[in-house]
């Protein structure tokens, strides 16, 4: 019977579904590290759990080897070591090397966790990315302007989900943006040539270091233009049919063995450039968030997260197959305060009603989350990748989420 540990440092209803499904499996004991108290765990979970420790920084290795060694002791040994967040990745691979875990090392998690390390890896293997440079001073920014070109998009190196991520379109907009955030040694910048052209994601199991199963989706539109405007309500799009994605099949493949991945759930960004091909953006060593583990449970009919934990657990992936299109609206408020009301839910319901098999809808009252998932979504599902993504541009277009109020 292996002894998992799963690290999770705050207990956020996301991640409780991680936690709830590797506490279920049979055959395994599940212990816990978190900054939360277990308590805000629902008790179904807390009951499966073989143990709890909290400490006060969920992701600093030493502190996570310190409940590690703990639970080893109480458990007999541990012979996983797990958790979803993306700035875990690296101090996880830590404490795998210093007890000898199997898993993951310090490397490959490096290579998915920096960005610029990762396009380097990707571009001397002859992947296809974007042209990039890491700059550590005004100076670096404006020679790696000169040599990528305009437009260029700039992020954070160690970023995770689009966030800290802007676009920079003109010389104006390059100088403004030094003079007032410019990128230092302690806060380096990442450049990229802008890739234009519809965006993906490419999620995907790696098996022994071989691919064995993979979900590709379409967002509409990209997340670079709904993070720059936050009145945008946008959409994510699983077609059912995926079987000509053969190109970001085997860049996908050939991108994640380089940079290290032998087995594990990743989550891609690609774009599709038409006669230019592919570019892929970024990669990384966890599991996607924004819903996409449930819109994935609703469109091969199995529950994703529980295949994610058995892959983690006992290295065992029995890859599902492809039922239904799926997609999910996002509702994002329009205006400042609070959530005062939703318009057009009548009209969608008497149009869509027969197609919704799940959905959060915001709550009069409701502060904004303040992120790109905004306060609700809305999951559709149906045979016809047609009829789906019509009726996601129909939510994204009816419904509107109005705030108001301090």
Same mark, same amino acid.
């Given at each position: 019977?292996?002894?998992?540990?799963?690290?999770?440092?705050?207990l956020?209803?996301?991640?409780?579904?991680?936690?709830?499904?590797?506490?279920?499996?049979?055959? !395994?004991?599940?212990?816990?590290?978190?900054?939360?108290?277990?308590?805000?765990?629902?008790?179904?979970?807390?009951?499966q759990?073989?143990?709890?420790?909290?400490?006060?920084?969920?992701?600093?290795?030493?502190?996570?080897?310190g409940?590690?060694?703990?639970?080893?002791?109480?458990?007999?040994? %541990?012979?996983?070591?797990?958790?979803?967040?993306?700035?875990?990745?690296?101090?996880? !691979?830590?404490?795998?090397?210093?007890?000898?875990?199997?898993?993951?090392?310090?490397?490959?998690?490096?290579?998915?966790?920096?960005?610029?390390?990762?396009?380097?890896?990707?571009?001397? =293997?002859? $992947?296809?990315? !974007?042209?990039?440079?890491?700059?550590?001073?005004?100076?670096?920014?404006?020679r790696?302007?000169?040599?990528?070109?305009?437009?260029?998009?700039?992020?954070?190196p160690?970023?995770?989900?689009?966030?800290?991520?802007?676009?920079?379109?003109?010389?104006?907009?390059?100088?403004?943006?030094?003079?007032?955030?410019?990128?230092?040694?302690?806060?380096?910048?990442?450049?990229?040539q802008? %890739?234009?052209?519809?965006?993906?994601?490419?999620?995907?199991?790696?098996?022994?270091?071989?691919?064995v199963?993979?979900?590709?989706?379409?967002?509409?539109?990209?997340?670079?233009?709904?993070?720059?405007?936050?009145?945008?309500?946008?959409? $994510?799009?699983?077609?059912?049919?995926?079987?000509g994605?053969?190109?970001?099949?085997?860049?996908?493949?050939?991108?994640?063995? %380089?940079?290290?991945?032998?087995?594990?759930?990743? =989550?891609?960004?690609w774009?599709?450039?038409?006669?230019?091909?592919?570019?892929?953006?970024?990669?990384?060593?966890?599991?996607?968030?924004?819903?996409?583990?449930?819109?994935?449970?609703?469109?091969?009919?199995?529950?994703?997260?529980?295949?994610?934990?058995?892959?983690? #657990?006992?290295?065992?992936?029995?890859?599902?197959?492809?039922h239904?299109? $799926?997609?999910?609206?996002?509702?994002?408020?329009?205006?400042?305060?609070?959530?005062?009301?939703? =318009?057009?839910?009548?009209t969608?319901?008497?149009?869509?009603?027969?197609?919704?098999?799940?959905?959060?809808?915001?709550?009069?009252?409701?502060?904004?989350?303040?992120?790109?998932e905004g306060?609700?979504?809305? #999951?559709?599902?149906?045979?016809?990748?047609?009829?789906?993504?019509?009726?996601?541009?129909?939510?994204?277009?009816?419904a509107?989420?109005?705030?108001a109020?301090?």
């Open positions: 019977m292996p002894n998992a540990v799963f690290v999770a440092p705050f956020l209803e996301a991640t409780n579904r991680f936690i709830g499904a590797a506490a279920s499996l049979p055959g !395994a004991q599940v212990g816990l590290i978190s900054q939360d108290p277990q308590e805000r765990l629902p008790e179904a979970i807390r009951s759990l073989a143990g709890h420790y909290r400490i006060d920084d969920g992701t600093d290795a030493a502190q996570i080897a409940a590690v060694e703990r639970f080893r002791r109480h458990l007999g040994g %541990v012979d996983r070591v797990i958790g979803t967040l993306e700035q875990l990745q690296v101090p996880l !691979a830590r404490v795998r090397e210093w007890f000898d875990i199997a898993g993951m090392r310090v490397e490959a998690a490096q290579n998915f966790r920096d960005k610029a390390r990762m396009k380097s890896v990707m571009r001397d =293997h002859g $992947v296809p990315c !974007a042209g990039h440079a890491l700059a550590a001073s005004p100076e670096e920014a404006l790696a302007a000169r040599a990528l070109g305009l437009p260029l998009v700039v992020k954070p160690a970023g995770a989900g689009a966030r800290g991520t802007f676009r920079v379109d003109t010389e104006g907009q390059l100088h403004g943006w030094l003079r007032f955030d410019a990128p230092s040694p302690d806060a380096p910048a990442l450049l990229e802008a %890739v234009s052209g519809e965006e993906h994601s490419f999620d995907s199991v790696m098996a022994g270091g071989r691919l199963w993979h979900s590709v989706s379409r967002y509409l539109p990209t997340p670079l233009e709904v993070l720059e405007n936050p009145w945008i309500q946008w959409a $994510v799009l699983l077609p059912r049919e995926i079987g994605y053969h190109a970001i099949r085997e860049a996908g493949e050939r991108a994640l063995r %380089v940079l290290g991945m032998d087995t594990g759930l990743s =989550h891609m960004e774009f599709n450039r038409g006669a230019d091909g592919i570019a892929i953006s970024e990669v990384a060593a966890r599991p996607p968030g924004a819903q996409f583990m449930t819109l994935m449970s609703y469109s091969h009919d199995v529950d994703m997260y529980r295949a994610w934990a058995g892959l983690e #657990i006992f290295g065992a992936f029995d890859p599902p197959e492809r239904y299109a $799926v997609g999910a609206a996002y509702l994002r408020g329009q205006g400042s305060g609070r959530v005062r009301a939703i =318009h057009g839910l009548d969608l319901q008497h149009e869509l009603g027969d197609l919704v098999v799940e959905a959060r809808l915001p709550a009069a009252g409701q502060a904004p989350s303040g992120t790109y306060e609700g979504y809305v #999951i559709l599902r149906h045979p016809e990748t047609s009829v789906v993504e019509a009726a996601l541009r129909r939510v994204v277009d009816v509107r989420v109005e705030l109020g301090a």
